[in-house]
């Protein structure tokens, strides 16, 4: 049986995000592929919004109620992995029961206020220029390690090679046959 995959979208949901089939492709064939929607688990209807607008909902009450939903949704022990918005979803959905093995928060960057860690393993990719990474001393206080991707910015998950190396990693998941 294959172990579950939860992937949880950045702000923008899964519309029109071709990059995620780079993901798909190289994932599918080990692992049983769970999509959410970022914006879906918090309730908030994109049509319109700005980025501005989209982040002041997910600041103010979305991230809270996405939390509760993937929660809701998820019974069993999951690797998860979240884009920006997605990987703050995944943390706090953790600190509040959700059984994740590993967390991969790929440019998570609201996790820079967080002060308690989850109970499960962590990998945390930034881009080297995305300015609201958590920097360094954030990193040590939770005995956490930050991957810097060289030249990368905010949307490093969209890179071809940051997919590879992330898809890679996660493969190491897989148990001995």
Excluded at 53 to 72: C, D, V, Y
Aim: hydrophobic share 40%; glycine share 6%.
């Amino acid at each position: 049986m294959k172990l579950r995959l939860v992937i949880l979208s950045d702000l923008w949901g899964f519309n029109n995000l071709h990059w995620v089939n780079n993901y798909v492709k190289l994932l599918s064939d080990d692992f049983q592929l769970i999509f959410y929607d970022s914006c879906e688990l918090a309730e908030i209807d994109k049509t319109n919004l700005t980025e501005k607008e989209l982040h002041s909902k997910f600041t103010n009450g979305g991230i809270a109620t996405a939390t509760t939903n993937l929660s809701h949704l998820e019974k069993e022990r999951v690797i998860v992995v979240g884009f920006s918005i997605g990987g703050t979803i995944a943390w706090k959905a953790a600190l509040n029961g959700l059984n994740i093995s590993t967390l991969y928060a790929i440019s998570s960057t609201r996790l820079r206020y967080e002060t308690t860690k989850p109970n499960c393993k962590i990998n945390l990719v930034y881009g080297a220029y995305d300015p609201y990474k958590p920097d360094r001393n954030w990193a040590e206080a939770l005995k956490l390690k930050l991957e810097i991707i060289k030249n990368g910015e905010h949307d490093i998950y969209k890179n071809q090679e940051v997919i590879k190396e992330v898809c890679q990693q996660i493969k190491t998941q897989l148990p001995e046959a």
